[in-house]
Structure formats: structure tokens, C-alpha cells
């Protein structure tokens, strides 16, 4: 059977317009922790059952409940949670002094009240041993001095440690009992063991209080860590609608401009098929005067040369022999009909740069440079 345990802290819950529920465990952390629903279940249900008897009787109702999880085993733990239920304007003291309590078991009296449930309504907790929660109605409880604790941060040896500590107080006590010391030792023994245990108390609750500062500093920079996601995030958005509003505007002007580039292409390739056209046009032309040219001097040859056939003829000169003698003179007129076709072709081919150069200027801009104006 474990030991008696001193009185754990006590948390009222709720408005002022809602029952008073009191609540206390004491027993170890494991149980506290792995009992949370059905002991918050337990509450609510004595709750609903205060509410109806206060409508039924129409008078203040008080509901307390002691309940107690015994464990078996080499070293039985018992374990025991107190809930006191009863209105926030209700008198205590005269409330309790209209109940007479007589002996009573384990269970609590026939009324359903018992005077441990009775006095815990005035009952002041120091500060070091109870630990409030803003986000829970439940209590931090400190863990019996002379049961071992079974919490995360405490190992296997520290709990012997404690029950060797316990035992050899015990064997002294026994031993100084035995030989008849005097008060003044035993007092003072257990006042040192009083003070031992509640600088383990004091202890144990400076730990838990760093653990819930430092489980509260990693949520506040979980919670920085969070916004600055947050923010980053949004900064990263706006960022890639603009990067993507401008991707799609150059791919709207991607076809603009290569539709530009096909009508530019197509107005030079019009250009130049006019340039060509107008070209072969003008040597065609060319070649047609100059063969029209040549036929009328080749015209005008033959007859010359029949109208000196016949002068030369009256004037009894044998052509025949002179046409044998000015063989070696044809080579000089075939001369002369080649130096005319260069000349005839020389300006076909001036006539033709004049106008690829007029041609030239008419696509060029006109540039005036003022320096040379003035």
C-alpha cells in the first residue's frame, strides 16, 4: 500500500454562472496523464447530475466523489481522485454544519458527502506545489516524496534511491527509538526529513516549470518560424504572378513580331522580283533596238553598196576585181561592226546601272547632313 500523500492542488473551473468543480489526484504522474478523458468525462457527468438535483430541489446542492484505483502487486499503489462539485455563492462552512458525519467507509456517507470533500473547498495550496494551465483545466501534480517517481525525466536508480533513503530513515527512527533518545533528536530528524522533502517538492517543480518555459519557447518560434513561412510564401507568390504576367505578354508578342518579319519579308521579295523584272524588261528591250539598229544599217549597206555597184558599172570599172582587192579589207569592216555592237552594247549596260541606281536611291532614305548644309 502506498503511502499517505499531503494534499495535491486544487483547480476550480468554469464562469460564474456555471457550478464550482473542484478537483484533486493523488497518485502517480502515469495514471494522471493516461486517465485525462474519462476523468474530464467523470466531471462533466457530476456536473449534469449537480444541475438537475439543484432543479429538482431548488436549494444548494453540493456533490462530492472520492474515488480510489487500487493496484495489486508486490507493493500495492493506491491511487485516489477527489471531485467536489457545488455553487460558486454557496456558504461552506454553514453548508457543512448542517450535515452531522459519522463513521464511514472508503465509499463516502449515505448523503454522498465526506468531510475530506467537505474541507476541500478551504483548503490553500502553496504556490510551489500546484502548477495551473491556461489551456487545460487540469493541475500539474507533484508525485508522492516517499513513492518513486515514474515520470519521463526519472530513471530506475533515482527511484531506489528514493526507497533506500526512505527505509534507512525508517531503520533510524527504529534504532534511535529503540535506544530511548531523547525528543529533541527525533524532532529534529523529522523536521530534517520535512525540509528534505519539500526541497525535492521545490525541486521537482522548478524542473517541470523550465520544461513548460522551454515546450513554450519552441512554440513561439514554431509559431515565428510559421509567419515568416508565411510571409516568404506570399512574397514567392507575388513574385511568380509577375514573372508569369510577363511570359505571357512576350508570348503574345511573339506572333506579332513574326508576323512583322513575314510582311517585311514578303515587301523586299516584291522589291526584288519588280527590280528583276524591270531589268530583264530594259536589256530585253535593249537587245531588240540594238538588233533593230543593225538590220536597218545592214539595210542601208546593201544599198549603197548596189547604187556603187551601178556607178562603177557606168563608169565601166570591173567590181569583180575590185572585190578581190578589198578582200583584204573586210577584215576592217568586220572590225568596224564589232566596235559598233561594243559600243551599242557599252550603253545598254550604262543605261541599265543608271537605273538600278535610280532604283538604289528610291529605297535609300535621304540623309541631309547640316554641317555640310551650312
Known sequence: MASTVPPQAVRASGP??????QHKFDGDAKILNSTFDERMALRKTLSDLHQLLQRLEGQNVQIAAEIKLRVAGPQGKEHTYSVTIDDRTIDSPAFASQFQFGKHDSHGSPNGVTNAAAETNHKQLSPG?????????????????????????????????????D?????ALAVLQQHKSDDTTLDFIEQWHGEWVKQGGWLFDTLNGLDKLSREQHANVYARI????????????AASASTLNEL?????????????????ADKTQAR????????????????????????????????????????????????????????AGSTREASLGAQLTAELELQASRAAERLVAQEVQSRNPITIDDDEAT
Open 248 to 264: 505571357t505578354s512576350i508570348s503574345k508578342l511573339i506572333p506579332w513580331l513574326e508576323q512583322c518579319r513575314k510582311l517585311a
Open 129 to 165: 506545489r500546484a502548477r495551473e494551465d491556461d489551456t487545460d483545466d487540469e493541475v500539474c501534480e507533484v508525485n508522492p516524496p516517499k513513492r518513486a517517481r515514474t515520470d519521463d525525466g526519472v530513471t530506475a536508480s533515482a527511484a531506489a534511491r528514493n526507497k533506500s533513503t
Open 272 to 327: 526584288e522580283e519588280k527590280w528583276r523584272s524591270s531589268s530583264a524588261t530594259f536589256h530585253d528591250k535593249s537587245r531588240k533596238d540594238r538588233e533593230t539598229a543593225e538590220k536597218r544599217l545592214e539595210d542601208e549597206l546593201q544599198k549603197q553598196r548596189a547604187l556603187l555597184v551601178k556607178i562603177a558599172e557606168a563608169n565601166g570599172i570591173d567590181v569583180d576585181e575590185e572585190d578581190a582587192k578589198e578582200d
Open 16 to 21: 460564474n454562472n456555471e457550478p464550482r468543480v
Open 167 to 171: 527505509r534507512l530513515l525508517r531503520e
Open 226 to 237: 510559421n509567419v515568416v513561412q508565411d510571409v516568404l510564401g506570399q512574397s514567392i507568390n
